[in-house]
Structures are given as structure tokens and as C-alpha cells.
């Protein structure tokens, strides 16, 4: 994978979980459980 390829790929993650922030909260949750 290019680095333009994973340029590109970050943005549409970026742009398809944008407002849902709380999966991030979520996920620091899990881990501080862990």
C-alpha cells in the first residue's frame, strides 16, 4: 500500500465515523478495563 493509498483510506475512516466519537471513548474504556 502507497503512502497516498493510507492517506486516502485514513480520510474515508475519518469521514465515515465523524460525530461518532464515542467509539473512541468506548474503546478507551475497553482498554483501561483490560
Do not use: N, P, W, Y
Request: with cysteine.
Amino acid at each position: 500500500m502507497c503512502e497516498e493509498d493510507k492517506k486516502t483510506f485514513l480520510k474515508i475512516i475519518v469521514d465515515e465515523f465523524q460525530g461518532f466519537d464515542f467509539i473512541s471513548r468506548s474503546a478507551t474504556h475497553l482498554s483501561l478495563s483490560l
